[in-house]
């Protein structure tokens, strides 16, 4: 009995403002809060599906000049000053491009590259290209990626690539 | 750019966002009801208790904030070490946007203006709840949104 009243007394300053708080809650309040969550939680939702997003490439290209020479493939980084998800996608993509052969990665400012940033409506960062060596973009991805999609995307770009060298030689 | 910023754990700006999240709950509760007749109430109080914490977070940086202290001494012995480090800057520029707006909310509310407190503490709410629930930082997405608007 003793050491109940004990915490009481403890807890006593906690529970009047607890109790102060529910007290003062109206229905304005909470049905103002509640619509506060649903418009947020649809915003994050929608946000959250555009992230990671691959679009094929289209007929636009990447000048050479901004590519890694030598290497058949050069996975493109679009990076901000202030972007939370650059840095990640940064070590990301260096593993991939040590883990396949012939796979570079080159990141640049939104600032260095206008004309790339507007033939792609480039519009959130990190943005990432995968370029051939000619200049030649095969996919476009918004957002962050995880490793594995993108380890994907690498191994079918090269059998895409050496489909097309076959062919060639028939 | 690449400027050597100070590298983060990301999940630590997030567990921050989480309890800005919960102060922003109780702002509004206690706020609203007494929205259209500004005193120097309890809700008064939080927001600027709220923004002193923006306010520490954007001159000091986030990770010597009183939020970081506690999450490096709670939830980060349970977590296993984070995939990726996150650079200072945008959570940074998310508490100077966080600064910004609780203090529009404390100038109105001074200056009597009705619901100007609940308005900006509404505001900061979303961005909080956003940032904890979703890890989207809204303050660092406007500055690239900035970034575009003024390339054009």
Redesign the interface.
């Known amino acids: 009995m003793l050491g109940r009243r004990h915490i009481t007394s403890h807890t006593e300053g906690l529970e009047t403002f607890l109790l102060t708080l529910v007290a003062t809650m109206d229905f304005l309040a909470l049905s103002i809060l509640a619509g506060l969550v649903v418009v947020s939680t649809v915003a994050g939702l929608l946000w959250r599906s555009r992230q990671g997003a691959i679009t094929g490439g289209g007929e636009a290209d990447i000048s050479p000049t901004l590519l890694a020479p030598g290497h058949w493939l050069t996975l493109f980084q679009v990076s901000a000053p202030l972007c939370s998800y650059c840095s990640a996608m940064r070590g990301i993509l260096q593993r991939a491009s040590t883990a396949h052969e012939g796979v570079a990665h080159v990141e640049y400012d939104v600032s260095e590259i206008p004309e790339v940033i507007d033939k792609f409506a480039v519009r959130q960062a990190p943005t990432t290209f995968l370029v051939e060596a000619d200049g030649r973009v095969v996919h476009q991805i918004g957002g962050p990626i995880a490793p594995t999609a993108l380890d994907q995307l690498i191994t079918q770009a090269r059998e895409d690539v050496r489909k097309r060298s076959d062919e060639y030689e028939i | 750019?690449?400027?050597k910023s100070n590298?983060l754990d990301?999940r630590g700006p997030r567990f921050g966002a989480a309890i800005t999240t919960v102060l922003f709950?109780?702002i509004?509760?206690?706020g609203?009801?007494t929205a259209s007749q500004p005193a120097f109430d309890?809700a008064w109080w939080l927001l600027v208790i709220a923004t002193v914490l923006f306010g520490w977070g954007s001159l000091l940086g986030p990770s010597r904030h009183p939020y970081a202290w506690l999450y490096r001494a709670s939830l980060k012995k349970l977590l296993p070490p984070p995939?990726?480090?996150?650079?200072e800057?945008?959570?940074r520029?998310a508490q100077t946007v966080g600064f910004v707006i609780s203090l529009i909310g404390l100038a109105l509310h001074l200056l009597g203006v009705p619901w100007g407190l609940?308005i900006a503490s509404?505001m900061a709410?979303?961005a909080a709840?956003?940032n904890a629930?979703?890890?989207?930082?809204l303050g660092?997405e406007l500055?690239?949104l900035r970034?575009?608007l003024r390339?054009r």
């Open positions: 750019m690449n400027t590298q990301p709950v109780v509004l509760l206690l609203i009801p309890a995939p990726f480090m996150e650079d800057a945008p959570p520029f609940v509404a709410f979303v709840f956003l629930v979703f890890g989207l930082c660092c500055y690239s970034l575009r390339r």
